[in-house]
């Protein structure tokens, strides 16, 4: 157990739809990174936010969104739901004097019918 | 961005015997290189790091070594188990966010 929970495990939704993916961090980690794991694109970098501000963004999709709130929690929206973005979502925590080392997450395993 | 690529895709090996997963990655300015191993449905797993300034770390029977010159990183598995099979996914990243760039996986199959 990494310390990182995520919630919920399975979600399963209709194109079109719009969902919310939450992910606590460890305790005491700042930094919040969320991961896209598909067959076709491997683990895809999305997005980063740290003590509530984003830092970094990957190739994260308009449709995407984040935020992070002032208990340190993070959600990821996803809108406009496609088939394609079927996939699991990874969070991972990591302290500020080592933003690279990184502790995922169980991940959200998201179905799009 | 930095781009990892890993090789071979799939490895099998007999019980005992040693694996090696070999990547690569383009830029140089990445300083971190980890390794995470990932079991069918659950969360990655990280399982041993290097940083630039070293060239080689050991834990156990798992070891990676690194060369800065020509850009490559490998994992070492000594005294493979059952246990062991699972996909590894090494990654690199650069300053200052510490983004991690994935390679695409490497399926170790162990024999008993």
């Known amino acids: 157990d990494s310390g990182v929970t995520q919630t919920p495990k399975h979600l399963i939704t209709a194109t079109g739809q719009r969902v919310t993916l939450r992910c606590s961090p460890r305790?005491?980690?700042?930094?919040v990174y969320w991961y896209q794991q598909s067959l076709d694109q491997g683990l895809q970098f999305l997005i980063q936010y740290y003590n509530g501000e984003e830092r970094a963004k990957g190739n994260i999709l308009e449709r995407f969104s984040a935020q992070q709130f002032p208990d340190l929690h993070s959600e990821l929206n996803l809108s406009s739901l496609e088939l394609g973005d079927s996939a699991l979502y990874f969070c991972?925590?990591?302290?500020?004097?080592?933003?690279?080392?990184?502790?995922f997450g169980p991940g959200t395993r998201l179905t799009v019918l | 961005g930095e781009n990892v690529e890993q090789h071979p895709s799939t490895l099998s090996v007999q019980e005992g015997d040693s694996a090696v997963i070999k990547c690569t990655y383009s830029?140089?300015?990445?300083?971190?290189f980890p390794w995470y191993k990932q079991e069918l449905g659950k969360r990655p797993q990280l399982i041993i790091d290097i940083r630039s300034n070293v060239g080689e770390k050991k834990d156990q029977r798992i070891a990676v070594t690194l060369n800065k010159t020509a850009k490559h990183f490998s994992l070492h598995i000594t005294e493979t188990q059952p246990e062991d099979s699972a996909v590894y996914f090494c990654a690199a990243s650069s300053p200052p966010e510490g983004r991690l760039a994935f390679g695409k996986g490497n399926q170790v199959v162990v024999i008993p």
């Open positions: 830029d140089s300015a990445s300083n971190y």
């Open positions: 305790s005491g980690d700042l930094s």
């Open positions: 991972a925590s990591s302290v500020e004097s080592r933003p690279d080392t990184q502790y």
